[in-house]
Each structure stands twice: as C-alpha cells, then as structure tokens.
C-alpha cells in the first residue's frame, strides 16, 4: 500500500489501512532509535520546519528527533521567535516559510483547526502535532502503537479514559482512533468537563470512575489543569484527586493486566498517584519511545518513501 | 417628469395588492390604480428599462414607462440591521459602497449600526454619517445610536440630541448591556423621545471564549461553543424590563429555539416586544462552519437544525416581524485567520431578496409576509411613514420572483466578500430600486 495522504490533520480523516500502515513502519522504524549510530540517510536533503505556536517540549523534541535520525534537516520556530510578535498573520507567516521550500511543516497551535488552515494555503505537508481542543494524531498513534505492542491487538480492548475530556486533544484523537481500530472507549470524568456530544465521536461516557475502570484493558489518565478551577470545572484538586484520581487502590481493583497510560506532562498526586506513575502497570515511558518511531514514520510516509527505512 | 411602473403585482400590505400601475411625478407617488396612462408627450423608453439622470427636459415633457408585469412592486425594502465601517474602517465598507449594496440588493433605506469607530454615541458622529450619506446619495439610511457612550454599558447616551441630529433607534449592537438597571432605564429614556432600543441579547458569562454553537459539532471540531441559554437568558430578561417599563423593545439577530418561544409568549401578553432574524438563521446550520469556515462564523453563532426550524415558525406565525441582514463586512485581514481569531459576521445585503423569497418558494410564509417583514414591519418599528400612497416619496422595489442565477460574490458591489453563500443557486431577486423617485439600481 502506498501512502498518498499530503497531510496529517486528525484521526478523522485516517483510514483504518492507513493507521495499520503508520503502525507497522513505526514498528520497524523504532529499531534504529536503539543502534549505536542512530541515524538513516532516507531523508537526507528535505527540509522539515517545526512551527510551535504554543510551548511544548517533549512532542518538539521528539519530532526533532525522528526527524534527524532520518537525517532530515529539521529546525524550529516558536510564536515568539517568529513575525507574529511583529503582528503578521500566520497565514503571511507560512506563505514566507512556503518560499523557502520545506517539505514539511509540523504544527503545533493553540487554535483548533489552524492546520487545517494551513494545509490549504501551502503546497508543503502539514503534520499536526495538536491543535486547541481539536486534534493530537501523532499522540493517538504513538498510544495505539504502544497498546498494540503490549496486548497484540487493539480490537476488543477496553479503553477508559478518564479526566477533563473537554478540553482535551488527545482524547479526542484516541477516541476517534481507538474507536475506528475495533477497540470500545469509554470515558468518567466530571460532567463539567465531559463535552456535549462527545458519545458522536463513539467514546460511551460513565458518570463514576471505579465503573469506568472496573474491566478497562487500559487506562489512561489526563492531565487536570489548576486554572480549570476558576472557571469553576472542579471544586479542589484534593476532592480532584479522590473522586477522579487514579489512586493505587484503584489500580488494586482495576484488571490484573491493566496498562495505564498518560500523555504528559504528569501532575503527581493530582490525576494520578507517585506509586502509580512508578508502578509495574505504567507504560507512560512506553509511550514517549514510541513517539519517536510514530513521527519518524510519519516523516518518511508523508514524503512518499517507497524502500523500507531500515534497510539503508 | 412622470415615470409610469406598469402592470406589476403592487403589493403593500395592509394597503395594495393587485396588479396595478404607478404613476411617479417628482419623486413622489401621484396615483396607482389600473389602466394609468401617462400625462407626458412622447415615451422615451420602453420596457424595463430607465436610464438615470431623470429630469433632462421639461416638466411633464417626459414619460418614463417601467413595465413590470409579471413581476413584485413593493415599498422600498429596509434593512434595519447593517454595519457600514465608516468612520473607523473604512477598508471593509464605506458607507458608499454599503449603500450601493444596499440598492444592489433591493433595499432603499438601512439602519446603521453604531459600533463605528469612533462609536456612534453622539451627534456629531451621527452628523458625519448622514453627511456621508448625502454625499452617497443611493439609499436612505438611519443612524441607530449607542445606548451607551462607547458601547461600555455605563451610562446613557444623549438620546434627545442623537434623535434631533437624525438617530432613529438605540443599541450597543455587537455588546449586550449588562447591567440591567442601565437596560431599564434606557428602554424608559427612550420612550420619552419615541424611540425604540434594539438589544443584542448575549449573557458573556455563558459564552465564556465560545466561537460556535455549542453541541456534538463543536466537540468534534475542539471549538469552544455557545449554548442557547446565552441568548435566550436575556431575551427573557430584556421582555421582562420591557414588559416592566412598557418602552418599545426589538431583540436583534434571533437565533435560538427559545428566544423565539419566549417572544411568542411575549407577544401574546401585550408586551410591546419586536424581533428581527437574519437570512443566515433561516438558511443555514452549525454545519456550515465544518472545516473551520470563518465565512461562517458570526455572533450569534449558526445554530442546529431544530433551532433553525423554530426560526422558521416564528417567521410563519408572526412572532419574528422583521428580516434583517445584520449585513457585516470584514476583510481577509479578520477572516483568514485561526478560526478562534476570525471576526465575527457576513455580509447579507446581495443576498437577502433572494434568501427570503425561497421562504416563499418553500411556502413557509407569503409574498405579502415577506413584504412586511423587509419593508412595513421595520417601518413600523422605526416609526416612519412608508408605503405606496398618494403624496409619499417614490421609494419602490422591483422584484422579479423567476430570475434565476448563481451568486457571485466577486461581483458584489460591497467592499468585502465575507459571504458563505457564494456559488449558491437563486431563484428570484430584486432587479430596481427606486429611491424618491430615481432609480439607484437596475439590472
């Protein structure tokens, strides 16, 4: 199967060939993250631009990484470090960076569907390393890789997702993208924070997070953020942490092979216990390697590489 | 100069309906009735078909005939909800252009909304409006003032020296006022000067950064919506103030189910409450913002099907009197941007007739309906003296219902194209807009 997508912009519109194709490059990609040289020529002499909008560090590293192990020139531009500060739009700003002839921008925005935009306006690919509340396509697939690679499959698994599903990216991405691979998702949170019409997407939501968890194949916890408060989404991070947290008693209760999953960055002892993150049932290290072998497989489909990586 | 519109369906409602002809003498009406035959020597032209410049020779020595059999001849149709930019930002609309929108689209007079910069919060900047509208000479339009100096919602605007310079109505359009003792006290202020406050309906605290409909959507897309409850809260509220003070009250861009259930009830206890919506409300859904369509974002948002449905039975039972287009250019500068950054608003002059008569076609309400809400009711509300009567100036649309096209917005004659009904098929639209007596648009 040949890869023909220009761009990467959600789960939505991946198909399920597609996702297995990303999927299994990634496998084979993951091999040269632990060689001695880490590093391949098959992207020597394209030009990949990381255009974060909004502060992250592990998903621009990791992509700055996948990229030069690919050895793929890659550099990085931040809101701040860009016209925008000089008030040109980002529009302008893109064209600008269109004329320089990348062949792929990744975006990170903190408005949704800003690389929807972009992929519109410019011939280069766009990857979106997430956007708002809308989309975080290389977390769903870096968290479908990691599951598939624990359990060998994604079909038939349980998924609970527990947290402030509003407001987040990545659960909306891995409930499109859980969904769409056969597996059931089902998510617990506070209802101030669970958003209208999410059951479209085909995540089934639970009122109680003991029932949401109680048979899950995986858990995986999201980040509950303190201003959230002031919007009045939760009461207190410590009625947070009992009435939504994972605690280890949970753990204790949950399924004896469970997996517990968390896209980061952690707040201990809020969203989840220390001895959880720490604990034998944790992949969320899992999850940050794999990152690495999505998004260099990602840079290498979208470019429309046809050898196996792996073999240079 | 005589100018004779022939054999058209003169529709104006509670006063004319039949085919009929209108005989113009000096911009003003002079007789309507069947089998009018002109008084001048010799017909310059015929067919539909007036040239401007009217006046050229002597008085009565010309005869102008319009025949318009087969087509609506209407009282001048209004648009009591527009925005022009001027003065403030000019490069989206002047008030030249939006007036030459205006006449293009079948309308002979607009209210202009006040959030101009500077606001249009006293006379001297009503004064410049007017001027500029002289200047423009197309249609008529009516300043609305604020209700608020700067639209802050902090006290009253100088209402008796607004109305004498020309306002005709007051509103913070595009802010609701919060306080609600400033809401009282405006709609009493205003009824001691005969005038009407429009109130755009937003309870900010519910809208809290939100940028579409709330609902299934939204959360699809990762926007941030709006409930329903944001408008409606205070739809309720200000029916409540109007019913306590008994001022004339008119709720702006209706959008939601409850809004229009709550007018309704209102109407039907006597409280003195009008409401207007806009062609976007009636036409479209929150779908038409998939793929982060900023030609569809606007304030209040697109909302869903049952919403749209109600709006249509409000429009059908009378408890929306108006249609208005909330007409909002803005520039790629504002809409090709982040869909959170986007501005809100479209513009709805070109499309408006066009939009409205499918109401027609769709038999959801009559031609004589459609009537009144774009020409008698926003009259009414305004307080002016229109219609085609004996003595009164010739303001007169044509509307040819059979036409068929497909909108162009590169040919609109508004500075912006800021539309999402661009490439849409019409059937139906206005094709001659006389104002006191000249013709501003032909096609």
């Not at chain 1, 792929?104 to 280069?124: C, D, E, M, Y």
């Not at chain 1, 509340?133 to 479908?144: G, N, S």
């Not at chain 2, 608003?345 to 769709?362: A, D, P």
Request: charged share 25%; net charge neutral.
């Amino acid at each position: 199967m040949r890869f023909t997508k220009k761009d990467i912009l959600d789960m939505e519109s991946l198909s399920v060939d597609e996702i297995n194709l990303i999927l299994n490059t990634a496998n084979r990609m993951k091999e040269i993250s632990i060689r001695p040289i880490k590093k391949v020529p098959t992207l020597r002499g394209k030009t990949v631009v990381l255009f974060f909008h909004e502060p992250s560090t592990r998903t621009r590293i990791s992509f700055d990484i996948a990229a030069k192990r690919l050895s793929a020139d890659s550099l990085s531009i931040s809101a701040n470090s860009s016209s925008i500060v000089k008030g040109e739009t980002l529009a302008d700003t893109v064209r600008n960076l269109e004329a320089m002839n990348p062949d792929i921008i990744v975006l990170r925005h903190s408005f949704a569907g800003t690389p929807h935009l972009l992929a519109r306006l410019v011939k280069s690919s766009i990857i979106n390393a997430g956007d708002g509340m809308h989309a975080h396509p290389t977390q769903a697939l870096l968290d479908l890789m990691t599951v598939r690679e624990k359990k060998g499959k994604i079909s038939g698994l349980r998924i609970a997702i527990i947290g402030d599903i509003s407001h987040s990216r990545v659960a909306r991405s891995n409930i499109t993208g859980f969904t769409k691979m056969g597996a059931e998702v089902v998510i617990a949170g506070p209802l101030t924070m669970i958003p209208k019409g999410i059951e479209s997407l085909g995540a089934s939501v639970r009122y109680n997070v003991d029932e949401a968890i109680c048979d899950a194949d995986v858990i995986m916890m999201l980040r509950i953020q303190k201003e959230r408060q002031k919007s009045f989404l939760f009461s207190t991070e410590r009625e947070y942490s009992k009435v939504y947290g994972l605690t280890q008693e949970r753990v204790e209760n949950a399924r004896s092979d469970v997996l517990i999953m968390h896209p980061g960055p952690v707040n201990r002892g809020v969203e989840i216990a220390c001895e959880v993150v720490d604990g034998p049932y944790s992949i969320i290290l899992d999850q940050v390697t794999n990152g690495v072998a999505v998004r260099m497989a990602l840079l290498y489909l979208i470019s429309g590489g046809t050898r196996n990586a792996d073999t240079d | 100069m005589l100018i004779l519109i022939k054999g058209g369906r003169v529709i104006d409602p509670g006063n004319l309906d039949g085919i009929m002809d209108i005989l113009i003498e000096d911009g003003k009406i002079k007789e309507q009735g069947s089998g009018i035959r002109g008084q001048g020597s010799g017909v310059e032209k015929q067919g539909l078909g007036v040239s401007q410049g009217l006046g050229i020779g002597g008085q009565n020595s010309k005869l102008k005939i319009i025949d318009a059999s087969g087509k609506f001849v209407v009282p001048g149709l209004i648009d009591m909800h527009v925005h022009f930019r001027e003065p403030g930002h000019e490069y989206k609309e002047t008030i030249k252009t939006g007036c030459l929108s205006a006449a293009f689209g079948g309308f002979t007079a607009v209210c202009t909304m006040p959030n101009t910069n500077p606001v249009t919060d006293n006379a001297q900047v009503a004064e410049y409006i007017l001027k500029k509208a002289r200047l423009a000479n197309t249609v008529r339009v009516y300043p609305v003032a604020a209700i608020s100096p700067g639209l802050k919602g902090k006290g009253l605007c100088e209402y008796g020296e607004l109305k004498e310079a020309g306002v005709i109505a007051f509103s913070d359009d595009g802010n609701p006022v919060v306080d609600s003792q400033l809401m009282r006290r405006a709609l009493e202020y205003a009824k001691g000067f005969g005038l009407p406050i429009i109130s755009h309906c937003e309870q900010l605290d519910l809208v809290a950064g939100g940028v579409m409909n709330e609902g299934a959507l939204a959360t699809r897309m990762g926007l941030a919506g709006i409930p329903n409850a944001a408008e409606s809260i205070m739809v309720m509220r200000d029916i409540a103030l109007c019913e306590l003070t008994g001022a004339s009250l008119h709720i702006a861009h209706v959008s939601t189910a409850e809004s229009v259930r709550a007018i309704r009830d209102a109407k039907k206890r006597g409280i003195p409450v009008t409401a207007e919506t806009a062609p976007h409300y009636f036409s479209l859904t929150e779908k038409a913002v998939e793929e982060y369509n900023t030609n569809a974002k606007m304030n209040p948002p697109l909302r869903s099907e049952h919403d749209r449905k109600a709006v249509l039975e409000g429009l059908s039972d009378g408890t929306i009197d108006v249609v208005a287009t909330d007409h909002a250019p803005h520039s790629s500068i504002e809409k090709e941007v982040e869909f959170d950054r986007a501005a809100n608003g479209i513009i709805g002059l070109e499309t408006s007739v066009s939009l409205s008569l499918k109401l027609v076609q769709n038999s959801i309400i009559s031609i004589v309906d459609l009537v009144e809400k774009m020409s008698t009711n926003p009259a009414k509300i305004l307080g002016l003296d229109h219609g085609i009567k004996k003595g009164k100036p010739a303001d007169i649309t044509i509307i040819d219902p059979d036409i068929t096209y497909k909108v162009d917005a590169a040919g609109f004659q508004s500075l912006s194209r800021n539309t999402p009904f661009d490439g849409w098929d019409m059937k139906g639209k206005a094709i001659l807009t006389m104002v006191g007596g000249n013709v501003v648009f032909e096609r």
